[in-house]
């Protein structure tokens, strides 16, 4: 689907978290024409160029918010505020989030305990703050970004995966606690994706690109999907990838 193609997603503003985000931008961009986009980032007043792309995709309006994922005291009053000047929020997309160093996990706790707060921690306060404030208004899309890395936890990248893991699970029961409330969660499992966030990186089998997973999350949204796994061919691999004896998983790559 090329940027500014018509969307069949939930009237109203896109918001992004996470507005430098690749696979967020991506997707950002196939929803913004004619809609008002809210950008959510550390250092909001340098997201100069993402605000020209969404432009360029055909927004009609582009704003800028400061927000930092790891805060999450703050993130009640700050969305509801987003809220408030936006007028209607159509669809959310969560796409923040790090890979961190597993290496380095491994010896430093206050590493580790770092990559967990942002990549489940921070998610779960920023999802169940969203979840209220769409259920509140009586529409919109919830658009969550889990892993492959999560559906089976593998040595070489387990706590970066474990992470992975237990958003998977929140947003899975959170969808179901919004069914019937006029606001669908969409929940993207992924495999590797080739882009900034992996440079340097080998690709693992089934990659996938930004591009990619952008056209697969503006598909499910239009079908109404609740899960969408990016490529689809990841789904009868990991139904596999349960089976594998222990002793044999442990030595999977990341």
Avoid: C
Avoid at 122 to 146: E, K, N, P, Y
């Amino acid at each position: 689907m090329e940027p500014g193609a018509k969307t069949e997603g939930a009237q109203g503003a896109v918001l992004l978290l996470g507005g430098r985000s690749e696979i967020g931008l991506k997707v950002a961009e196939r929803l913004a024409a004619g809609r008002t986009v809210v950008l959510a980032a550390r250092r909001s007043d340098d997201l100069v160029e993402e605000t020209a792309r969404m432009r360029a995709a055909g927004a009609a309006d582009v704003r800028t918010v400061e927000f930092d994922a790891d805060e999450v005291a703050a993130h009640p009053e700050l969305l509801a505020k987003v809220f408030e000047d936006a007028g209607r929020i159509g669809v959310a997309v969560v796409a923040f989030g790090v890979l961190g160093d597993q290496a380095r996990a491994e010896q430093d706790p206050a590493h580790a305990v770092a990559v967990v707060h942002t990549d489940y921690v921070a998610q779960i306060s920023v999802l169940t703050t969203l979840a209220t404030l769409l259920r509140a208004q009586g529409s919109g899309d919830l658009v969550v970004f889990s892993s492959v890395a999560g559906l089976r936890v593998r040595r070489a990248n387990y706590v970066y995966g474990s992470a992975k893991a237990g958003l998977d699970g929140f947003a899975s029961g959170l969808g179901d606690a919004l069914h019937g409330s006029g606001v669908h969660l969409l929940l993207v499992r992924s495999g590797f994706v080739v882009g900034r966030m992996t440079e340097g990186m080998s690709p693992a089998p089934l990659s996938s690109t930004p591009d990619q997973v952008a056209d697969a999350v503006v598909k499910a949204l239009r079908r109404r999907r609740i899960r969408v796994w990016v490529p689809g061919a990841l789904r009868p691999a990991y139904f596999v990838a349960r089976l594998l004896p222990q002793a044999v998983w442990r030595k999977m790559p990341r």
